[in-house]
């Protein structure tokens, strides 16, 4: 009898503390240091100093898409009350293309998790039309089902990894 794959975003909790229950209906492509990255990959703060490569799917450029990555457990997984922290925001992503051909609405900010390890949602939302989505005023307490709402998207595919504290010398210079 074949085993039944569960999805890694139930399996990280991502399902349920960010994100309803979600088919990728387009591809999502997220690359780190020349690696594209998979769910629940364990990602050092050192590799996303800079922004990641994001390539989206999809069939037509009149169709436009968002890009949003958030961290389900800021400040910390035992106490996420920021959930979800906004690290990044694209708007107006022709489909085809990468994040880079759209509207950087809130600008990169690298995770510097300070204990435990979070996990980072990146998720892509399909727009109703080009200029159709407003960023958010503050990061902390972004709440991506409402903002989805908000601005009539659809979530249509979406990629997570993990991300902690590197091991250092508890901030002495070594």
Known sequence: MPRKMVDPHV??????????PLTNSVSLSVVINNKEISNGCLLKPSQLVNRPRVNVGGEDLRTFYTLAMVDADAPSPSNPFLREYLHWMVTDIPATTSASFGKEAVFYESP???????????VLFKQLGRDTVFAP??????????????????????????????????????
């Open 11 to 20: 399996v990280g909790s991502v399902i349920g503390d960010v994100l309803n």
């Open 112 to 122: 510097k998790p300070s204990a435990g390890i979070h996990r980072f949602v990146i």
């Open 137 to 174: 005023e503050w990061r902390h307490n972004f709440n991506t089902r409402s903002f989805a709402e908000i601005n009539n998207l659809v979530i249509v595919g979406s990629v997570y990894f993990n991300c902690q504290r590197e091991r250092g010398c508890g901030g002495r210079r070594c």
